[in-house]
């Protein structure tokens, strides 16, 4: 229904000459119309209350409130060219509505002279204005004269003259908006939770939600001057966390990521699910033979695009349930998703290597660096979680990998346990922002005491995984950091930390096709220059999971290597080390809530100010 | 985790016997070992074998591939896991048709109707591995005719009593694997 509002509103009433010859064929049109009209029940209330009003008010006033629209030259075209590109934006988000839409602007173009039609005062009223000399936008009225007129000597004058006759125009409007708002709510896209109508339909939310966004696109040239930028934000945060179901928290977290628009795809989404893809287990079989197998079951596939992978398939659609064929019970293949590939292939495992995946199940990406491997050297499958490794041991021997250990850990344990691998993979556990599709619970579970204490675990443990490597292997050395998460906490604050804490570390490329660098500064926090080796994924982009990798080349021995602390000793240490670290590098530092209280007291007080509230007397009246 | 018994290997080996025969002697190597963790035995390189000291018992919870296990009254039973080790040394094959796949992947015996090929001079009893079309193992159990008996039964009559499938990767994942 916005949406339906909203091309109401934008189409231009005609020009003069237009609406006369109109007038000529609107006898004809008035009989088809009768049938129209009972589908197109909102032109018609709006027509009688516009019948209403005529017959109470005076007839010039009442056509400018109706019309806040008509700009003049100047700004005309931004608010036109707006609102095209949203429809069309929104179009193409929702296909299915595509039909629909364009019925609705054909019935609405009748209506519009179907209303003229109706109200014969409508053409005096069209002509006193005409006199007063406010223009109506309509493009051929532009192109004819007025364009002409417009030239070097003149532009400041004229551009003076459309200045008043905005203001006249705006002050007209914000008149109009009290009288009517419900209508106008499209056009205000600020407006406060009460001015909210209860149940709104939540196709206007995603029309002010992309509305809000073009505005913040292009902010100094279409945001209303008197609003600032926070104003903005702060709706199109309400309105995610209302059409999309996140918490205010975690919409916060995740839209500071990225620019406006590509926020609203990353949520977008999010609502999406991935494609199914499975790995063609090589210790096995080969990609084409499965490939083929698997055809001949009725599986629609083709192998992942981007050609970065060369064990990948992507299913489009399937007769039969992929993960119970006699091709996926012999291992052949495993379901896993693309993004799982990636750390794998970053670690790029050699035959013969002693390799450590600190937490393995439910054994994808074990079994894959024990298939490149080509079940040669040793992989030591560790996860902390004793149920969780069933399934990992499950894979394991499905896909009949043979130079695997799996062993129930806590991985801060290692290097105590055993140390000197020549590689480690740590797929850290994380908050999963980035795998909201496949487990939307992240939308509403996560809390500001998960992004410290998760952040807090990944440090220890990539600590333990550079410890527990060998810096002297001759093919390796490698560390790979990897999470399916997409906050900075997570990834770079956390490979930062590592940098810092072991400088016998360094950052390489991942040697990874695809991916977006990572940050080396966020929100005035500053990382190492080297952080822009590691790799971003998200979802609106690769259509992968969001992910991180990050890949570590250890340079040299470090006296931590034989560390012989448990993870409780570690733990506590990290507690004891977390006092101080926070203060120097304000990375979640204690809160001191009092201290605190003050200043957002002050900065309440101001956003109120901003919004022109006097916030004494808001203060009295909740009292 | 240690090596076997004389009395456990004695128990392990008769049942690998039974599927691969003579075979077994290629599994007994320099390199590779079966070693008992809790009441598993695993088949696994001498190398990871080692390695795998360093893990304790209780943290310990596989390695290399899992033949089967003691069960409480002191035999061993071979687990579907053992199929990548049994496949390649078979003695006694069966193939099955596609359209015996499923029905035997969900736990069925094979009947006669779904018989593919079958090796030659397959005694009555003796343990024999499935396999489908493509010579993808899908399992192993007992004949219950020999080759010969097996042309002059009805098409619904059981030939081969089902002891393990690969669909227990689904089914049993949760006891299989504890």
Not at chain 1, 73 to 99: M, Q
Not at chain 1, 504 to 518: H, M, Q, R, S
Not at chain 2, 68 to 73: E, I, L
Request: glycine share 4%; charged share 35%.
């Amino acid at each position: 229904m916005g949406s339906r509002q909203l091309k109401n509103r934008q189409r231009d009433p005609p020009t003069l000459d237009e609406f006369k010859s109109r007038k000529t064929k609107s006898k004809d049109k008035k009989r088809d119309s009768n049938k129209k009209r009972s589908l197109e029940t909102e032109g018609e209330s709006k027509k009688q209350k516009k019948q209403k009003k005529d017959s109470k008010s005076d007839p010039v006033k009442e056509k400018k409130s109706k019309k806040p629209e008509p700009v003049t030259k100047e700004e005309e075209e931004l608010p036109e060219v707006d609102y095209d590109a949203l429809a069309k934006s929104s179009k193409a988000l929702f296909d299915d509505e595509e039909e629909e839409d364009k019925n609705d602007d054909i019935i609405s173009d009748d209506d519009l002279q179907d209303e003229f039609d109706l109200e014969q005062e409508y053409e005096n009223e069209e002509e006193e204005s005409d006199s007063q000399g406010i223009k109506w936008s309509d493009d051929d009225e532009y192109s004819d004269d007025d364009i002409e007129k417009l030239n070097m000597d003149n532009i400041e004058e004229l551009s003076a003259k459309l200045d008043k006759r905005d203001k006249i125009i705006e002050e007209e409007a914000e008149l109009e908006l009290k009288e009517e708002h419900l209508q106008d709510k499209i056009t205000d896209v600020l407006l406060k939770d009460e001015e909210l109508e209860e149940n709104e339909d939540l196709t206007t939310t995603r029309t002010r939600m992309l509305e809000i966004v073009k505005i913040l696109e292009n902010f100094s040239q279409l945001a209303d001057p008197t609003k600032s930028r926070s104003q903005y934000t702060d709706r199109l945060l309400k309105d995610i966390v209302k059409y999309f179901g996140y918490t205010e928290f975690l919409a916060e977290k995740l839209f500071q990521l990225f620019s406006p628009t590509e926020a609203i795809e990353f949520f977008e989404s999010n609502e999406v699910a991935r494609p199914i893809t499975i790995r063609t287990n090589t210790l096995k079989t080969k990609r084409r033979d499965l490939a083929q197998s698997l055809v001949n079951r009725g599986v629609n596939l083709q192998p992942i695009p981007g050609n970065w992978s060369k064990t990948g398939l992507q299913i489009f659609e399937s007769s039969i349930p992929v993960g119970a064929t006699p091709e996926y019970l012999s291992g052949q293949y495993i379901l896993q998703a693309a993004s799982s590939f990636l750390p794998c292939i970053a670690l790029d495992p050699q035959e013969g290597e002693r390799i450590l995946d600190m937490a393995s199940a439910p054994g994808g990406k074990t079994t894959y660096i024990s298939a490149m491997m080509k079940n040669t050297g040793v992989v030591f499958a560790n996860d902390f979680n004793a149920k969780r490794t069933k399934s990992l041991i499950a894979n394991i021997h499905r896909l009949g990998c043979t130079n695997t250990i799996v062993c129930n850990y806590d991985a801060r344990e290692f290097p105590k346990v055993i140390g000197g691998f020549d590689r480690i993979l740590l797929d850290a556990p994380c908050t999963g922002t980035g795998v909201i599709g496949k487990d939307p619970n992240v939308k509403l579970n996560r809390t500001t005491k998960d992004f410290i204490d998760i952040p807090h675990l990944q440090k220890q443990l990539l600590l333990s995984a550079i410890d527990s490597v060998d810096s002297n292997s001759k093919t390796g050395g490698v560390i790979v950091y990897s999470t399916c998460s997409v906050a900075v906490e997570e990834d770079e604050a956390v490979i930062d930390y590592a940098l810092r804490k072991r400088p016998n570390v360094k950052l390489v490329d991942t040697g990874l096709a695809i991916g977006k660098e990572a940050f080396t500064s966020y929100r005035g926090k500053k990382f190492h220059k080297s952080v822009s080796l590691a790799r971003r994924y998200y979802p609106h982009a690769y259509n992968v999971d969001g992910f991180f990798v990050a890949k570590f080349v250890k340079t040299g021995p470090s006296k931590f290597d034989d560390n012989k602390s448990s993870a409780k000793e570690k733990e506590y240490m990290a507690q004891k080390e977390l006092e101080v670290e926070g203060i120097i590098n304000d990375d979640f530092a204690e809160f001191d809530d009092d201290e605190d209280e003050k200043y957002i007291e002050k900065s309440k007080k101001d956003s109120l100010k901003k919004k022109g509230i006097n916030p004494k007397s808001k203060k009295s009246r909740s009292d | 985790m240690r090596q076997l018994t004389e009395d456990e290997t004695q128990k392990v080996f008769e049942k690998l016997a039974n599927y691969i025969g003579k075979n077994i002697k290629n599994l007994i190597n320099k390199d590779h070992v079966f070693r008992l963790q809790k009441d598993r035995v695993y088949y696994v390189s001498k190398m990871i074998a080692n390695y795998a000291t360093s893990i304790a018992r209780d943290n310990l919870m596989s390695l290399g591939i899992c033949l089967g296990k003691f069960t409480k009254t002191g035999k061993f039973r071979l687990h579907v896991t053992s199929l990548q080790i049994l496949a390649p040394l078979a003695k006694y094959k069966i193939w099955i048709k596609p359209n015996g796949e499923m029905p035997f992947l969900y736990g069925n015996h094979i009947l006669k109707a779904h018989l593919s090929k079958v090796s030659d001079n397959v005694p009555e009893h003796v343990g024999i591995i499935v396999f489908n079309e493509k010579d993808i193992p899908l399992g192993f159990g007992v004949s219950s005719k020999s080759t010969n008996d097996i042309k002059n039964v009805d098409p619904t009559s059981i030939i081969v009593f089902r002891q393990s499938d690969i669909g227990e990767y689904l089914r049993d994942e949760d006891t299989l694997f504890a």
